[in-house]
């Protein structure tokens, strides 16, 4: 799509949001002037302040937010000439060939991608500083051609002038996001402006999945059919291969404040290892199936556009893309440190980064069973010894039913071996006589200090039968297991790794303004402010739930945290307006219910409700 088209299109759109935002405003003052000549003052002067929100306000506010916020600042590990010669070769050498100047900086990140930035002025129509932002993972894993062909992609947004709106189309995004969040849901500017968003979005997703099979083609002059295709097929591979990788081995580790000493390292093996399961992901078919709201066209469409494209007769090389830079190790680590706060994180190798991470989930599970079965006897448990104590005095029935509500008497009894033997593997780790082995190909696995799989299920089911536990005690001692090693650590749970639901402002708890925070782990309930303040109360919620980390906000002695294990009950009493009757274990009772001044952000009163039906399963 020609420059100009592009740019009439991008700021007529951004135009058009403007000329709503005028319109708007100049309805809100007609109508104030109307209402003025025929109500009375007080009623006047109350409705010309809810139209001044709605209008001036919050649109005021959107608009001028959004002329204040400007691109992220460049991030990753800078590669200068001087660093990285050969990769600079590359990049000035596809410029040229693409037919564009090359850019300024170029940036290794930790995302399976790459993507150009280009700070340009004057709503885009003169050009500025270009970034390009080369993933390491694809260093990793493509061939030099593989890696030609995207990097020509990218320099082909740069040919097509594509990035040149970017700053506008950012901020008109931000512009509508902001003015559209700032106006209550029951708003009717806010239906507006969020029908003219999704208008704004569909027609600039419409041109940048265009501008991506443009570029494409830009690949496929450089590297030719087969690198194209093959670079673009693999980016998908890569992309959920590095998900997984982080979910599964890395996400657990730095939750628990440890990371690995080579975090890219660990990828590449992991890609050798599980090389066949990536073989089959790469192998099946891809999606062709378009949707407006995406910004890249579906695999299949591009794939195809590749293949119907002029083949260009090059030169393929296969040498891996990382000789493009020196040291590639090194950079994997340099970047590690830059996008881990590694002054919070333990570094350790694979092995005892298995072990810790796999440890702290163990424990934090534990503690969890361990808190069911003190709630269960009415007294505490601090270690797993108490629990073996309590089997063999015949209390195993009364600890049994809560863990599994579902089952019966006899059931429960049999299933609870299952706890058990989680309990005593606690119990080997702390003693010292078992540890977690890592592999890239399937979980961790206990195993003695020899390395030979360490099994507990035989001793946990003669352990729940008050008959043998005499016998499983004195297997337990034969292997030098302490059961009283595995101690309750987490006495009560945190929010701590809980992440924000909903929010409700000014909801009334006991008779107080309470503004009450939906968690994944629980309710967080905040003193509320007074009705005066209540914009400034929506901010803050709203902000709380944009950090993302309820942590610090639990922590603070004015706020309480409700556990949901610890609700015992919570019916609904009244569907309008809303009010809940909580009971928890410890005995209190607690109202919540909806307030005159109380508002919710999004549906955070269903929400609400979902997660009490689920903690007390009613």
Avoid: C
Avoid at 2 to 11: H, W
Avoid at 261 to 266: E, K, R, S
């Amino acid at each position: 799509m020609p420059v100009a088209l592009r740019a009439l299109i991008s700021v007529a759109m951004l135009a058009g949001f403007y000329v709503l935002a005028v319109v708007q405003f100049a309805a809100g003052i007609a109508l104030a002037v109307w209402v003025a000549s025929v109500a009375t003052g007080f009623l006047a002067a109350k409705i010309g302040i809810a139209v001044f929100g709605a209008t001036v306000w919050a649109v005021g506010y959107g608009t001028w937010k959004a002329i204040r916020t400007k691109p992220a600042e460049p991030h990753g590990l800078p590669l200068d000439r001087a660093t990285a010669p050969h990769l600079w070769a590359t990049v000035d050498e596809l410029a040229a060939v693409v037919g564009t100047r090359a850019p300024d900086e170029i940036y290794l990140v930790p995302d399976v991608n790459a993507a150009v930035m280009e700070r340009t002025r004057l709503m885009g129509l003169v050009g500025g500083r270009r970034y390009l932002y080369i993933g390491m993972p694809l260093l990793q894993a493509f061939t030099v051609a593989q890696l030609r062909s995207v990097l020509a992609h990218e320099l082909g947004h740069y040919s097509g002038r594509h990035t040149r709106l970017g700053a506008v189309s950012y901020r008109g995004r931000i512009a509508l996001r902001r003015t559209i969040g700032h106006i209550g849901s029951g708003n009717i500017a806010g239906w507006v402006f969020k029908g003219y968003g999704r208008l704004y979005i569909m027609v600039e997703n419409s041109v940048s999945r265009r501008q991506e099979l443009e570029a494409d083609l830009a690949s496929v002059r450089v590297a030719g059919r087969n690198a194209a295709g093959s670079a673009l097929r693999e980016v998908q591979v890569l992309a959920a291969a590095f998900n997984f990788y982080m979910n599964r081995y890395v996400g657990p580790g730095l939750e628990a404040g440890y990371m690995p000493d080579d975090l890219f390292a660990g990828f590449g093996e992991m890609l050798h290892a599980r090389a066949d399961e990536i073989a089959e992901i790469r192998a099946s078919e891809p999606d062709d199936e378009p949707s407006v709201w995406d910004t890249h066209p579906p695999l299949g469409v591009r794939l195809a556009g590749i293949t119907a494209a002029p083949e260009s007769p090059v030169a393929v090389d296969e040498r891996p893309a990382a000789i493009l830079i020196p040291y590639p190790d090194q950079a994997g680590r340099a970047l590690q440190a830059r996008v881990l706060d590694t002054a919070k994180l333990t570094s350790l190798p694979w092995d005892q980064f298995t072990t810790a991470a796999a440890s702290t989930e163990l424990q934090e599970n534990m503690d969890g069973l361990l808190r069911v079965l003190a709630r269960a006897v009415n007294q505490p448990v601090p270690h797993v010894g108490v629990v073996l104590d309590l089997i063999e005095a015949g209390r195993l029935d009364e600890m049994a039913a809560p863990v599994f509500p579902d089952a019966t008497r006899r059931e429960a009894r049999t299933l609870f071996a299952k706890p058990v033997a989680a309990l005593l593997s606690l119990a080997a780790v702390r003693s010292g006589v078992a540890r977690w082995q890592h592999s890239w190909t399937g979980p961790v696995t206990l195993v003695d200090q020899d390395g030979a799989p360490l099994e507990l299920k035989d001793v946990a089911e003669l352990a729940v039968d008050p008959a043998s536990l005499p016998e499983a005690r004195q297997r337990l001692a034969q292997r030098g297991i302490d059961v009283a090693s595995a101690q309750h650590v987490q006495q009560r749970a945190t929010a701590d790794k809980a992440e924000f639901y909903g929010g409700i402002v000014n909801m009334v708890v006991d008779k107080e303004r309470t503004d009450v925070l939906v968690l994944s782990h629980g309710l967080l309930l905040v003193p509320g402010v007074p009705r005066l303040k209540m914009r400034t109360a929506k901010r803050r919620l709203a902000n709380w739930i944009s950090d993302g980390n309820p942590r610090e906000l639990a922590a603070d002695a004015a706020n309480r945290f409700i556990p949901y294990e610890e609700i015992v009950a919570a019916p609904l009493t009244r569907k309008f307006p809303l009010k809940y009757e909580l009971q928890l274990h410890d005995g209190q009772r607690m109202e919540i219910r909806w307030g005159t001044e109380t508002e919710e952000l999004g549906n955070s009163s269903q929400i609400l409700g979902q997660a009490l039906a689920s903690a007390t399963d009613t």
